[in-house]
């Protein structure tokens, strides 16, 4: 747990960077500082693993104030990974993700091991890569080492400043994914930096949104989305937040489950019947496994007498865990209006409507109104 | 040159002697002025002593601007002054230790100062104390910048090493003022070409050692 009670920090040329700042992490929470540049959010950071000082206020980790640890085994338990990535190129990705546990005294041979379940930990082969330098690498491989060697002596709570900053934005969201999925397993209490509003919505428990070194609203991406405080916060977030609010939202907590079905050797004479009955105009085709296959639409019930004949095989198909922001944007994509959802193993769980979305958007709207 | 050649085939010992000193000189000067040299780099590159860099670096720059005859000769007073010896090996690497502040100060100063900010913020936010912030980052990737000081130094100060010998510290100079005092060419020749062909081989070899110490991850 952290807390940060009424921390201020005003440089000597008098600038007030953060300005009597409150707020609580929760083990295991992830909280994002969000704002625009210049806002405080990375000194606010620094000032947890006493990077920079504080001028007034308090910072307590797990009770303790800060200030009362010895600085260097406070950062030794404060996983920090930063901006621009700044792994150290004169030592090889093994070397780097090493470097706390080797400051920590820890045994040659437990630092290796360390190091090499970090790098499977983060899809990377250690054998592979252990001795490969920094300049070796992809801006994604240096992202996956980076957060390795802020993991690298176990800390318990971890300083991410915009630790995704630095690549392309299909590697950053398939790594934001992967980090989430670490997360869960690994519970840390985290920190994150970032200014990218979408990244923030994304990973974050809770937000914290500093603006001129004041914090402006403490909440869940939810309540920030919908219950913005102010102008200040509402305009931060966007005209478009209820777009937003979709990536906060899994596919798989609106879809309809056990949808009917049908399979490739039925007639086309029953499939219409269903569909009449249940007041749709497409049926998702699966195998005797429950595997999806395809769709039968209205419209083609004139190619032949068989589902298999008349199945439409086109990809319209949507991962269970994925965000209804992804549904959308397929929906938009394909032209359908209906999506199959689908587990790892292509087996059909359910399916999503445009109606679904619809209706969620409506209730958040409801929301924001009360 | 033809002279010199039979000269150097006549008297093998004697132009083997004169390199050796010349070189142990040199060498010398340069060993106790790498040691010098980086640690007042790196203490004046520590952040907040900028006047201190300043300073000395300002005060190595003029160093370099005095005709070494007359730092002989200033030596030579000093010295004498302290009741030590006047002549000889002391002066000699003493001067020349002066000579190669500037390269090896200038270099190590600039290149821990060059330093990605990044890097210094990483190793602290990791938990390292000073020094270890010194020999684990500061340092390794200072390393190529500080070796090309040295390399510079040394050449420097083989060049100028030749004038000890108008002190009495022995080396390539001995044969160039004699030739010239006698009018004798083919003596100064295989001085002033010894000098030559020793400052190109220590030249290759530093480059061999600037590429050696050069951390793998940093070699392109």
């Known amino acids: 747990m952290i807390r940060l009670e009424n921390v201020t920090k005003i440089y000597p040329n008098g600038t007030k960077a953060v300005n009597n700042v409150s707020f609580a992490v929760p083990q295991g929470g992830l909280c994002v500082l969000l704002g625009p540049s210049g806002c405080g959010k990375t000194t606010a950071m620094k000032m947890i693993n006493r990077l920079s000082s504080i001028t007034s206020g308090k910072i307590f980790i797990d009770g303790i104030d800060n200030t009362s640890i010895d600085q260097n085994d406070l950062r030794r338990n404060i996983g920090y990974a930063i901006q621009d990535i700044g792994l150290f190129p004169h030592m090889t990705v093994g070397e780097n993700i090493e470097t706390v546990p080797t400051l920590k005294g820890w045994p040659r041979a437990r630092c290796k091991k360390r190091a090499k379940e970090l790098l499977e930990l983060l899809r990377m082969d250690p054998d592979a890569f252990m001795d490969k330098y920094p300049c070796e690498l992809s801006g994604g491989q240096r992202q996956r080492v980076g957060v390795a060697r802020a993991l690298g002596g176990d800390p318990p709570i971890l300083l991410m400043d915009e630790p995704f900053g630095a690549i392309d934005p299909i590697t950053r969201v398939g790594l934001q994914n992967e980090f989430l999925k670490i997360q869960q397993d690994l519970q840390k209490t985290i920190i994150f930096v970032t200014h990218d509003i979408y990244e923030a919505i994304k990973l974050a428990d809770r937000i914290a949104l500093l603006k001129q070194g004041r914090l402006v609203q403490y909440a869940t991406p939810g309540d920030l989305l919908y219950r913005p405080k102010n102008d200040f916060v509402a305009s931060f977030v966007g005209t478009d937040r209820a777009l937003k609010g979709l990536q906060l939202i899994c596919t798989k907590e609106i879809m309809w489950r056990s949808p009917p079905t049908v399979k490739p050797e039925e007639g086309v004479k029953g499939a219409r019947e269903l569909m009449d009955r249940e007041g749709i105009d497409s049926l998702p085709v699966v195998d005797d496994k429950g595997g999806f296959l395809g769709w039968v639409l209205v419209s083609d019930f004139k190619k032949g007498q068989r589902v298999k004949e008349v199945m439409d095989i086109s990809p319209t198909t949507i991962f269970k865990n994925a965000s209804l922001s992804e549904a959308i944007s397929i929906m938009l994509t394909t032209g359908r209006n209906i999506l199959a959802v689908i587990d790892k193993y292509n087996r059909l769980e359910g399916v999503l409507t445009f109606q679904a979305i619809r209706e969620v958007l409506r209730k958040s709207a409801q929301k924001e109104d009360n | ?220």
């Open chain 2, 1 to 220: 040159m033809l002279g010199a050649y039979q000269y150097v085939m006549r008297h093998p010992m004697m132009v083997a002697g004169w390199i050796t000193d010349h070189l142990y000189i040199s060498l010398i000067a340069v060993v106790i002025g790498t040691i010098l040299g980086v640690t007042t780099g790196i203490f004046i590159a520590e952040k907040g002593r900028k006047q201190t860099a300043d300073v000395v670096l300002y005060f190595a720059e003029i160093m370099m601007t005095v005709p070494s005859l007359a730092l002989f000769g200033l030596l030579m007073l000093l010295l004498s002054c302290m009741g030590l010896s006047a002549i000889g090996l002391l002066p000699a690497v003493i001067t020349l230790v002066i000579y190669s502040q500037l390269p090896i100060l200038r270099n190590t100063y600039i290149a821990i100062r060059q330093i990605d900010q990044t890097m210094i913020d990483a190793g602290k936010g990791m938990g390292m104390s000073e020094s270890q912030l010194l020999l684990r980052i500061k340092l390794p990737l200072a390393l190529p910048v500080i070796m090309a000081g040295i390399r510079n130094a040394m050449i420097l100060t083989i060049g100028i090493a030749a004038i000890a010998a108008l002190i009495g510290a022995g080396g390539l100079g001995v044969p160039i003022f004699r030739g010239l005092r006698n009018a004798r060419m083919d003596l100064i020749v295989i001085g002033g070409i010894s000098v030559s062909i020793l400052a190109l081989l220590i030249d290759g070899l530093m480059a061999l050692l600037e590429r050696w110490f050069t951390p793998k991850g940093l070699r392109s």
